[in-house]
């Protein structure tokens, strides 16, 4: 159990308090409403761009870093599809440093030619390493618009193509700044050795003189239902062939998504779940098989990954994963095995529960979604899910129609092919 007060300043900011009088320590959690999927398609990598941005220093603060390493702080973020989230953990005793630096950047971020060509450049490596010049790193690049045609889950955070991120110019960095980067846009959670009046006091100090802005309404192009099976084959210098197949499943708020990743778990969690036990110890096909749902809060993507041993062909692979699949089509998951993937989750929810930064980044999200308080009924969620839940949500996902593929096939293999 999370308890939690909550306040809403003048500006629209929503504030979350935890007050945990165990720890010494505080946490100061920012989470914006933004992610890549509100970008311009044109002007792709622009939330996550912003997540370096946001590090370089505003008018007043040059370098973000220093004060807080001064008072035995730490700080990172991250961004993904759907949000964007910044979060500094420090003595509680500092506490007001922390107010400080986030109220600054979200009132005074430094734009400038030389911080914005320094991040861009960062990024530009960032996309080539990690995506480009890495095995198997350009597989989202190649699997969201497969499975996406219309919603711009199509693009990864990282951006569509390297061109978006070199070409953004000054004046659009700003306009997506103010655009997004506002109170009313934003939730603040602060933890720990706190109370709930002293954090009133210091919001209120810090944040309430930021001008609201504008509240962002997202009004996106929904993904249609996919009717026909989709498939893509890349062959490229990586060590072996590789087969993903992803589904479109229901999005993180939809009642469907807790039979969903139970089945996730069913089928790739840990050495004992079925894609390990069946397909590499029992039938030696795969060297590496592992199946995860994306947790989108639109449509979400389930996918199957897996490298066939290098005397198996694609088809043959492919074959034994689409057999796995239809099993939960037809059969009721065994209760033994269906609370055993319950009890896991169980104690990984208590286990989260332990992290003072895991818990207000929880108590952030989940006030994204609608209320900070469902954080606390959602063990029950999945424990209440049944066999038939699971087999019903098979039923609509491992559908051949619902399907995109993508393989990969290692240059020299595809040559011997070929020959």
């Known amino acids: 159990m999370v ?3 909550r306040f809403t300043l003048s500006n629209g900011l929503k504030v979350l308090v935890h007050e945990d009088k165990t720890t010494p320590m505080a946490v100061v959690n920012v989470l914006y409403d933004v992610g890549a999927r509100d970008e311009n398609p044109e002007q792709t990598g622009f939330a996550h761009l912003f997540e370096h941005l946001m590090f ?6 040059p370098a973000y870093d220093e004060p807080l390493q001064r008072v035995g702080g730490e700080n990172n973020a991250f961004t993904s599809n759907d ?14 440093t922390a107010f400080w630096l986030e109220s600054d950047r979200m009132l005074n971020l430094a734009f400038s030619e030389k911080s914005l060509e320094v991040q861009r450049n960062v990024v530009s490596e960032e996309f080539k390493q990690r995506y480009l010049n890495q095995p198997y790193g350009d597989v989202w690049l190649k699997l969201r618009p497969l499975v996406y045609k219309k919603h711009p889950y199509q693009w990864a955070t990282i951006g569509k193509e390297l061109s978006h991120i070199e ?38 100090k810090w944040f309430e003189p930021i ?10 192009p929904q993904e249609p239902e996919q009717t026909e099976a989709r498939s893509e084959t890349v062959t490229a210098k990586v060590p072996l062939n590789s087969l993903y197949i992803a589904f479109h499943a229901p999005g993180r708020t939809e009642a469907a998504s807790y039979p969903t990743e139970l089945l996730v778990d069913i089928l790739s969690r840990g050495n004992s779940s079925r894609l390990y036990r069946t397909l590499l110890k029992e039938k030696q096909l795969f060297s590496d098989i592992n199946a995860y749902l994306s947790g989108s809060l639109d449509t979400a993507v389930l996918v199957v990954e897996g490298k066939p041993l290098e005397n198996i062909s694609i088809e043959q692979a492919e074959a034994a994963v689409w057999e796995e699949l239809e099993k939960f089509k037809s059969e009721l998951v065994p209760e033994e095995e269906l609370t055993k993937v319950k009890n896991k989750t169980e104690s990984t929810m208590v286990f989260t529960e332990m992290s003072l930064l895991e818990k207000a980044m929880n108590l952030a999200y989940f006030e994204l979604m609608g209320d900070a308080e469902n954080l606390n009924h959602e063990t029950g969620k999945y424990l209440a899910v049944t066999a038939k839940d699971i087999r019903e949500q098979a039923q609509k996902m491992f559908r051949k129609e619902n399907s995109s593929t993508l393989i990969y096939l290692a240059e020299e293999v595809a040559e011997n092919v070929s020959a």
């Open 211 to 220: 001008p609201p802005g504008e509240k962002y309404h997202r009004n996106l």
């Open 3 to 5: 308890r939690f007060n």
């Open 56 to 61: 370089g220093g505003s008018e007043n603060i």
């Open 83 to 96: 949000i964007t989230n910044y979060y500094i953990t420090l003595p509680a005793v500092n506490i007001e």
């Open 167 to 204: 070409n953004a110019k000054i004046e659009d960095v700003k306009a997506f700044f103010k655009k997004h980067y506002n109170p009313q846009n934003a939730i603040l959670v602060v933890g720990g050795d706190v109370d709930t009046a002293q954090v009133k006091a210091l919001a209120e």
